[in-house]
């Protein structure tokens, strides 16, 4: 099955900093590559994806790359804010394998 | 208003006693799974359902049956819950398949003593 490595587990900045969170993943078959952030005490949800046929994608602050050769993917958070804390998942494959997660804190 | 329900949210129970978390949502999804999260472990998928009838194993099965009798309904059932099994449940869903968001409920978090 499909294998995800996430790191790092915590990642703490400065507000305005910016903030990138890597995953790798074992199966080249894998074609869909979700961003999930998880507030304490709340359900995770989805803040970004990309699919195998695309490099990059941005959503204002947020930025995903994907390295199909590499089988890396990176979450991209510019000018960090206070309101970014949280956990951070990343997922790969068709069905959808974990990473462990990344504990992003933003120090104003 | 969209969204995916689960019930009970908090449970604390004892080793041994079956018990079911219901899991609905008016969406029309197909695709519906169960994760577990763990402090350090993440989510890890324990079953999911492609469609009605349709069911399969996680990665975490052991200890967990699921039933897909109706498309907005997936319940998880714990036959001999064991202290192991204490755990934060999220039911999740997502429309054709689950290359598209998973919408996830607000979570059950279950105690076994």
């Known amino acids: 099955g499909e294998n995800v490595e996430q790191h790092p587990s915590t990642l703490s900045v400065q507000e305005g900093d910016s903030a990138v969170i890597k995953c790798t993943y074992s199966?080249?078959?894998?074609?869909?590559f979700p961003w999930y952030k998880q507030e304490l005490g709340k359900r995770p949800q989805l803040i970004i994806d990309?699919?195998?046929?695309?490099g990059e994608k941005k959503d204002q602050r947020i930025a995903v790359t994907l390295n199909k050769t590499a089988k890396h993917f990176s979450l991209h958070i510019t000018e960090t804010q206070p309101e970014d804390s949280a956990v951070y998942f990343c997922a790969a494959s068709r069905i959808p394998t974990f990473g462990r997660g990344t504990s992003l804190i933003v120090h104003p | 208003e969209a969204q995916v329900t689960q019930n009970p949210r908090y449970l604390i129970t004892v080793t041994g006693k079956k018990l079911t978390v219901t899991c609905s949502q008016n969406m029309n999804h197909e695709y519906m799974s169960w994760y577990r999260q763990d402090p350090g472990l993440g989510l890890r998928q324990i079953y999911y359902?492609?469609?009605?009838?349709?069911?399969d194993k996680g990665d975490v099965p052991e200890g967990y049956k699921v039933s897909r009798k109706e498309k907005r309904n997936f319940p998880l059932i714990l036959e001999s819950p064991s202290p192991n099994q204490t755990s934060l449940y999220f039911c999740?869903?997502?429309?054709?398949?689950?290359?598209?968001?998973?919408?996830f409920g607000p979570g059950t978090r279950l105690t076994v003593l």
């Open positions: 199966d080249s078959a894998s074609n869909y």
């Open positions: 999740a869903s997502s429309s054709g398949s689950p290359h598209h968001e998973q919408f």
């Open positions: 990309i699919r195998s046929n695309v």
């Open positions: 359902s492609m469609n009605v009838e349709v069911t």
